[in-house]
């Protein structure tokens, strides 16, 4: 019987990879020291190295990592401009051998200066690789994603393609990945029921005439406004309690397809209010469904007016002036009852939107625009970021990142500093010096 591959990320034989999932975070909290006193040298090696090789390029053969280990490791001393200054270097020599120490540190400091982790700069000739790069640009979420936005031609080099992820950068080369690709691997995923409503929203509603080909454009933009006119009408009652009126419709006036129309700019209201009110911005959970909603009652109030084929309906300044009168023209109907016939009398009870509501109207509308919810992309709409990408969001010294247009810049090589290593790990200095001195007999 063939032996079962375990799971990549899996809890049973647990390994930190280099991936934003949600169990390394588990294996993180879970991790222990190796246990020294029962292990042997030799042993303590080779786990080092097989707990390490998981994360710093485990997409790579351990060949491949071996052709590329090299015995001298980067680093910086810094020295104090100051001491420089004053001292020309012979007071290194003086006293040598007869006892007298100096230590190179500040008059008034008790400290001496912080030591170089140079083992944590083992793994430091794979930072240099693209895929690796990509990934510490939080542009993939993972370094196996990285790769395979290499191998799919999303990623260029100083303006030209590269499929080879294992193109090793040098300082002042700029990588550039597809946004869309981008937003694929650092936005959340939807679920499939979410995914399936949008789609049925978005796709054109197939009627008897649908099946003739006979049928016409103008038929099927009619059909698309009645479907809104419908699913406005579902939501029309919480919309109504969420905003209340002043006077409730009397009548005919409560009746009909014509109370159905008026309640859309107040559930885009509504909605608008409880954006504004939300403490937790766009990285609540709710913000999609209330953008998703959004965007439905929107297309609702513009279906009504001349601007719902026309160019200018995704302007943020028509939608926000169209939606404003349809309120104040909704709310003025409430306020004047049919018995007055003084036109005067009634203008001067007209309703107005107040500051309040109109700038969170005009928020609303904006992130409407910019983050539009669209059922034919791959990953979930309105975007937001990925769960549990916080604790792997940050980005090493050596790279400068511009995530506007999805580019960095590979500014030079890692190095090691006075008690910091540019080389991103979660293992510690021991478990580096271990497997450092594997591969260092390896050769």
């Not at 375990?6 to 222990?32: C, D, E, M, V």
């Not at 306020?335 to 700038?359: H, M, Y």
Request: net charge positive.
């Amino acid at each position: 019987m063939p032996r079962i591959a375990p799971r990549f990320h899996g809890l049973k034989q647990s390994k930190i990879r280099a991936s934003w999932h949600k169990n390394n975070l588990y294996i993180l909290a879970k991790t222990k020291a190796q246990n020294v006193r029962t292990d042997t040298y030799f042993q303590q090696k080779w786990r080092a190295k097989a707990s390490t090789r998981s994360y710093h390029g485990e997409q790579l053969r351990e060949r491949q990592w071996e052709n590329m280990f090299r015995p001298r490791i980067n680093s910086v001393v810094e020295m104090d401009h100051e001491y420089l200054a004053a001292n020309d270097g012979s007071e290194q020599a003086a006293g040598r051998g007869s006892g007298i120490q100096r230590a190179l540190v500040k008059p008034g400091e008790d400290d001496l200066p912080a030591q170089i982790p140079y083992m944590h700069m083992v793994y430091a000739p794979i930072e240099r690789r693209l895929d690796n790069a990509i990934f510490r640009a939080l542009f993939a979420s993972s370094a196996r994603q990285a790769r395979q936005f290499v191998v799919h031609g999303y990623v260029k080099v100083n303006g030209k393609k590269m499929k080879h992820p294992g193109y090793l950068l040098n300082p002042g080369d700029m990588f550039q990945v597809d946004p869309e690709r981008v937003m694929f691997a650092t936005g959340h995923i939807g679920t499939k029921t979410s995914r399936r409503q949008k789609r049925k929203l978005t796709d054109k509603p197939k009627s008897a005439s649908a099946a003739s080909a006979d049928e016409t454009s103008e038929e099927a933009e009619r059909s698309e406004v009645d479907e809104a006119e419908v699913v406005e009408s579902e939501e029309a009652d919480e919309a109504q309690e969420s905003t209340p009126s002043t006077t409730p419709l009397s009548g005919s006036e409560g009746k009909g397809s014509s109370k159905n129309i008026l309640r859309s700019p107040n559930a885009v209201l509504a909605i608008a209010r409880e954006m504004a009110l939300d403490s937790r911005g766009v990285c609540s959970p709710e913000r999609p469904g209330l953008i998703h909603k959004l965007q439905r009652h929107v297309k609702a109030v513009l279906s009504s007016s001349s601007l719902a084929s026309s160019e200018s309906a995704a302007d943020v300044d028509v939608q926000m002036r169209e939606i404003t009168r349809a309120l104040e023209e909704n709310k003025s109907s409430m306020i004047a009852p049919p018995s007055v016939q003084n036109e005067e009398e009634a203008g001067n009870r007209k309703f107005q939107v107040n500051k309040f509501d109109r700038n969170a109207l005009q928020a609303a509308l904006t992130e409407l625009s910019e983050n539009p919810s669209d059922g034919t992309k791959p990953y979930g709409t309105p975007w937001r970021p990925r769960d549990y990408m916080s604790a792997f969001a940050f980005i090493p010294r050596f790279l400068e990142v511009n995530q506007n247009i999805c580019s960095a810049v590979y500014l030079r090589h890692p190095v090691a500093r006075p008690g910091l290593a540019e080389v991103p790990s979660p293992f510690g200095g021991d478990t580096h010096q271990l497997a450092f001195n594997w591969y260092l007999r390896r050769r």
